[in-house]
């Protein structure tokens, strides 16, 4: 009888010593990383936007006095936007207009012709015209005085002239073809010179936007030259056709901008909507390949160590498609990848791994 308690009460202690070893170790689950060739596929959601939009700036300040085109309106290269009013200006040009023929001289009288002989050898060069004037002088004549030029007044032409342009400015034209997108105009109807009232926009081309790690610059270069790359640009029901333009990248930054550029001449994509840029290269490419469940935010993983202990890596992730994400850099082959991190895992928590 003594024997048997005595043989529960070492394996209640057997099982309260286990217990609390493994008492507040949490447990993860990992994947081992193994390095293979998989298909260079990039997929991201983004916003598009229109490639050709032009500010409409007013160069005067004024009330406006006719209609303004409402968001939405297409309008024509040429065609009329708004009109200021103009009359302020057309005082100040009515009011130089009237000083400017005020200051005008009279013409001066003709002078009596000189038929003399001091006359004649001036008019040949053989005198000059002050020995002329002392000639005449002993003679008894008058000497003749050059008429002087008409007065001008340089100021009041620079101000006419800039008047002029300001009641030319008055009239606000659309500089190239497309719909108005933006109204800056306030209820007042106020233009102020120098700052945005209207924005016109093209909706074809459309442009997006996108960040690829610049060590596929590599790889996208041969898909083009190979005739491989195909972009796309993919909404609910349909999907269009695109062209991918990098960006220049003269910092040698970690990720390459690209442009993607898309014909829209139906207007069936609208701007400033989300939708999925796809680029297939159809070149392979050596990495990762993880959950992507597994990353924290868009570019770290925790690693399990040979101590069972949390590390912390950041990665360069190549490829954005859907459940998966290929890794390039920051994973060595073996590594330990805690498929479900959590925030409880910080760095150097001890883990026991299933």
Known sequence: ??????????????????????????????????????????????????????????????????????????????????????????AQKADLMGRAAAA?????????????????LLRQGIITRAEYNRLRARRGGNAVVPAAAPATDEAARIAL?????????????APISGVIAQNYISDTKEAAAGRTALVIRQDSPVIASIQIPAEMDAILDRAKTAKTLTVTIRGDNDFWYGELKPQPNPEGDAYTVYKVQADNPDNEMHIGETYTIRIDSGQSVEGYVIPAS??????????????????????????????ERLILDGLQEGDRIVLHPSEELQLGTEVRVQ
């Open 104 to 120: 005008v001289p009279a013409a001066p009288a003709v002078p009596p012709v000189d038929d003399s002989m001091e006359a004649s």
């Open 161 to 173: 002239q800039s008047v002029q342009q300001a009641i030319s400015d008055c009239t606000v034209m």
């Open 294 to 323: 597994a990353l924290i935010g868009d570019d770290r993983v925790e690693i399990v160590n040979e101590d069972n202990l949390i590390d912390i890596r950041t990665v360069t992730v190549a490829t954005l498609f859907g459940e």
């Open 1 to 90: 009888m003594r024997n048997g308690k005595k043989g529960l009460l070492l394996a209640a202690l057997f099982t309260a010593a286990a217990f609390l070893s493994g008492c507040g170790t949490p447990s993860v689950k990992v994947m081992p990383a193994e390095k293979k060739m998989v298909p260079f596929v990039y997929e991201t959601e983004t916003k598009i936007d229109a490639l050709h939009a032009m500010e409409i700036i007013p160069r005067v300040s004024g009330q406006i006095v006719s209609d303004i085109p409402d968001i939405g309106t297409a309008v024509q290269a040429g065609q009329l936007l708004f009109q200021i009013d103009a009359s302020p200006y057309e």
